[in-house]
């Protein structure tokens, strides 16, 4: 294998409420072309993690980089159009609209934040093509003419991570994507992470750990705002301290 290609980087990433240290000094790295499991017991401090380097938190501590650029100080939106790209930004599905025409709508979004820059109509075949290249690539082809709303609670979420993809995103952070799903739908969405992750990096917070187990190529595991063990699922796994972690011991 290939030496890795870090996309986004964390060293040293604190944050505090007040008194209270939610995270603390924090190194993390993103790879091109991985997926990354961010795991831990309840009140880890995994969302803070994800609101930090999506920067709808300014970290206490520390420094965030992103594709060679230090983001430490720069606003949402601005990371969101470099292409740092968390699935809720723009997970606004709307009901009554056609897999087609969300997808179309998400295309015509520059950054998923703001709408002030459509593009003009002379690209709307250039738009189809790539709206029915993304919906191919998440595997909704045949439910494409079908209302958002008339799609089971695995395919909404889909839709959610095309419009996403939309944005073109060299990371993209999802959060519990598999979150209220059946067993079926959690196999699709695995194999669709596996196949966007193919050209750019994956961040994903993950409670079903055997998902993790079968689409991540690297976990971090938080405890108590801290990194407890990092690695390949295998060894994070049997590590005691992590054990110890999910026993609640
Ligand atoms: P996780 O996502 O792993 O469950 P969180 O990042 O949501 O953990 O929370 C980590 C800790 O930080 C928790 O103890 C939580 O109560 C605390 N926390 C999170 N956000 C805030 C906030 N805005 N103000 C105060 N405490 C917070």
């Given at each position: 294998r290939k030496e890795p290609r870090t996309v986004l980087s964390a060293r040293g990433l604190s944050m505090s409420f007040g008194a209270f240290?939610?995270?603390?000094?924090v190194d993390l790295d993103v790879h091109h072309a991985r997926v990354h499991a961010l795991i831990g017991p309840n009140g880890a401090g995994k969302t803070t993690v994800f609101n930090l380097l999506t920067k709808f938190l300014t970290p206490t501590g520390g420094t965030i980089t992103f594709m060679g650029t230090d983001i430490t100080r720069l606003p949402p939106d601005r990371v969101a159009r470099m292409g740092l790209v968390r699935s809720f930004q723009i997970s606004a599905v709307f009901p009554h609209l056609t897999v087609l025409d969300n997808v179309r709508v998400a295309l015509q979004r520059p950054n998923g934040l703001a709408t002030q820059f459509w593009r003009p109509l002379s690209a709307l075949d250039s738009l189809n093509e790539r709206a029915d290249r993304l919906i191919a690539a998440v595997g909704l082809s045949e439910a494409r003419n079908a209302m958002a709303a008339d799609l089971s609670y695995g395919r909404k979420r889909v839709l959610e991570i095309a419009t996403t993809l939309a944005l073109d995103p060299k990371v993209l952070l999802l959060d519990e994507p598999m979150a209220g799903m059946g067993g079926e739908d959690v196999a699709v969405v695995a194999g669709i992470i596996r196949n966007v992750a193919r050209d750019r990096a994956v961040l994903m917070v993950e409670h079903n750990l055997k998902v993790v187990a079968d689409i991540c190529d690297h976990v971090t595991v938080l405890q108590r705002g801290e990194i407890l063990a990092e690695g390949d699922y295998r060894t994070v796994s049997e590590d005691p301290r992590v054990r110890a972690a999910y026993m609640g011991t």
């Open positions: 240290s939610a995270v603390r000094n």
